[in-house]
């Protein structure tokens, strides 16, 4: 099993509010790396945990690692629905999304979702409730929406040429289509860059679209907001410049029931960039909701 580790637990832990018995909702349960040190740092003082996982093999490997857990309750779905997800009447103190993937999604082969080794173009996190795949995605999703996604969330300069080389690849009648068969075939497309491979951002928005990752992002924020005056606490660590705009935007959007706790995001420490080189483009915001009418 590929190691995850929970990025930024202490700035997570520290900007967890005051106050006895809360009620902690993780949108992005994972491997509930993020849940252990916030059950060690809170003790007692947790009243109540929800998990929710959306996909669902990992799901069920959690709920059986975490069955006799105490405060802990694991929900499988998207966070998107959480309207649904919750038990009604449940008014919790925090939520919590740690975006995008986790270590052992990104690179093990089987899921499509590695440039590193080789598998199908997949990257469903839910294959029994998703029926598009990133295959799909480039086959059916016309040239213009494309251009348009790759352009937002991508590194690539020549954004047309890239989506047509990729329909030109999906069309190839004999070819398998495999991840490495699509490197190969956008590989001259590619941005050179230092310190990360060349399709990471190809591969990042791929997984955007099979997922619907910003539409996502935007509907459970939008639940996760009090309706009206309310204590609670959004916290939510953004991987790549889009999520971090749509965060950002819509937080200062919401300024009528609350503000962002620090002017500018929080940034992991240099002993945490050291020990976890991938954590170098996180980036954590924490809003906080206003009891009363500000
Ligand atoms: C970065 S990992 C979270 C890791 C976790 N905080 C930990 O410390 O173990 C993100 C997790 O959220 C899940 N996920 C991604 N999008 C989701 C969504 N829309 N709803 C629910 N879970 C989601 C992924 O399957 C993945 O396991």
Same mark, same amino acid.
Request: glycine residues 6%.
């Given at each position: ?45 947790? =009243? ?174 939008? =639940? ?71």
């Amino acid at each position: 099993m590929t190691v995850h580790f929970p990025v930024m637990g202490r700035e997570i832990c520290e900007s967890l509010p005051m106050g006895e018995s809360l009620v902690i909702v993780d949108g992005t349960f994972g491997f509930g790396g993020h849940f252990k040190l916030i059950q060690e740092a809170l003790g007692k003082r947790l =009243k109540k945990y929800i998990g929710i996982e959306q996909d669902p093999f990992l799901f069920s490997r959690m709920r059986q690692e975490f069955r006799r857990t105490p405060h802990l309750t694991l929900v499988q779905g998207n966070f998107r629905n959480i309207d649904q997800l919750l038990p009604s009447g449940l008014t919790p103190d925090v939520f919590l999304l740690d975006l995008g993937m986790n270590t052992e999604q990104l690179t093990s082969g089987e899921r499509g979702f590695s440039f590193r080794e080789d598998g199908p173009l997949d990257m469903r996190l839910n294959p029994v409730t998703q029926h598009v795949t990133a295959l799909d995605v480039i086959r059916d999703f016309s040239e213009q929406e494309l251009v348009d996604a790759f352009k937002v969330c991508s590194s690539v300069r020549s954004v047309r040429a890239l989506v047509r080389r990729m329909k030109e690849f999906v069309a190839l009648k004999d070819v398998p289509k495999t991840t490495k068969t699509l490197i190969s075939a956008i590989r001259s497309l590619l941005p050179r860059e230092k310190r990360i491979h060349p399709a990471t951002t190809v591969f990042q928005t791929l997984r955007i679209l099979v997922n619907d990752e910003l539409g996502a992002l935007e509907e459970g924020l939008f =639940k996760m907001m009090p309706k009206g005056p309310s204590r609670r606490r959004i916290m939510v660590l953004s991987f790549h410049s889009v999520e971090h705009r749509v965060v950002k935007q819509f937080f200062l959007k919401h300024g009528d029931v609350g503000k962002m706790k620090t002017r500018k995001p929080i940034c992991p420490s240099e002993l945490e960039l050291k020990q976890n080189p991938s954590s170098r483009s996180a980036q954590l915001r924490v809003f906080e909701c206003y009891e009363k009418k500000p």
